[in-house]
């Protein structure tokens, strides 16, 4: 079985995957690249899975050549299940990765990652409510302190195989748009509606994979430059700017926000920075500190 991380960077990805391997991880280069990927494989209960870390990736609309490297990879792959991670005091920028990748309709399950940091800020995310949203399951994990993450991997194997539905959709304008290119393409990638969305943002990838014929290929054109007049920018741009009013509808819906807590070393800074408190505790370090030297 093959199992896929991939986040955003910084979201506490590869600290889950070392939980996970250990030290039984072999960092490895894609074919013919320099952009490197670690792998590891385990036994989880009759199977054996072989459990991949991607460098993090903000999109798989590639912007460097290790997106590039990674968006390439996950489409040729054959996956048993994606395992997203995400940051949870990051959430409504983590799911514009999420939404994408549910474009795919493969295996996926979302894995809240840092849920202790979100909730010390005051951000408390109802895992059941994004999980009927999405459409898939969600967990939530602690990486740096191994919780979670046993539950994260049998939802994974429970999971595994079981392609994504994608009922996620965007404004009407722009599904009108994703409905005319349906009807211009006789093959696809993946699915006819995820095939659609790559063309409206003119993804190159997509575009030589998908065979139109000169008429169909030209309607595409009109289209992606249609959307591009009404929204007084280019088609991907569009794209990008709904996937990102998606995810804050989504994280609107499924989070609440209480009082942060107060941590110990913010309360330590704010004595030692306060205008007249800190000044007192620097003479008396500077008085603590010549009494011991002298």
């Known amino acids: 079985m093959n199992y896929l991380l991939i986040g955003q960077p910084n979201c506490g990805k590869s600290t889950i995957f070392n939980q996970i391997a250990g030290y039984k991880a072999l960092e490895s280069n894609f074919p013919g690249t320099t952009v490197s990927f670690t792998e590891s494989k385990f036994r989880f209960k009759d199977d054996i899975i072989q459990i991949i870390d991607l460098p993090g990736t903000y999109s798989i609309i590639p912007h460097d050549y290790a997106e590039k490297v990674t968006r390439d990879y996950i489409m040729g792959k054959k996956l048993d299940v994606i395992i997203n991670v995400a940051d949870s005091s990051a959430l409504s920028r983590s799911l514009e990765l999420t939404i994408e990748l549910i474009e795919l309709e493969k295996p996926m399950i979302l894995v809240l990652n840092m849920i202790d940091t979100a909730e010390n800020k005051g951000i408390f995310i109802d895992e059941h409510k994004l999980s009927e949203i999405l459409g898939i399951p969600v967990v939530k994990t602690i990486g740096n302190k191994g919780i979670g993450i046993k539950n994260a991997i049998d939802v994974a194997y429970n999971n ?94 499924s989070v609440s926000f209480s009082k942060p807590k107060r941590d110990f070393t913010k309360n330590i800074d704010d004595i030692l920075m306060h205008p007249i408190w800190g000044y007192l505790f620097i003479l008396i370090i500077m008085f603590l500190f010549f009494n011991i030297v002298f």
């Open 160 to 253: 595994a195989g079981n392609r994504t539905s994608n009922n996620l959709r965007f404004r009407k304008d722009i599904e009108d748009n994703i409905s005319k290119i349906e009807q211009c393409i006789s093959n696809w990638i993946i699915s006819k509606r995820f095939t659609s969305i790559k063309m409206l943002e003119n993804d190159d990838y997509i575009n030589e994979k998908v065979k139109c014929i000169d008429k169909n290929r030209y309607r595409v054109s009109e289209i992606r430059e249609e959307l591009t007049k009404s929204h007084g920018m280019d088609s991907p741009i569009v794209i990008s700017y709904e996937r990102h009013g998606l995810a804050m509808d989504i994280f609107e819906r």
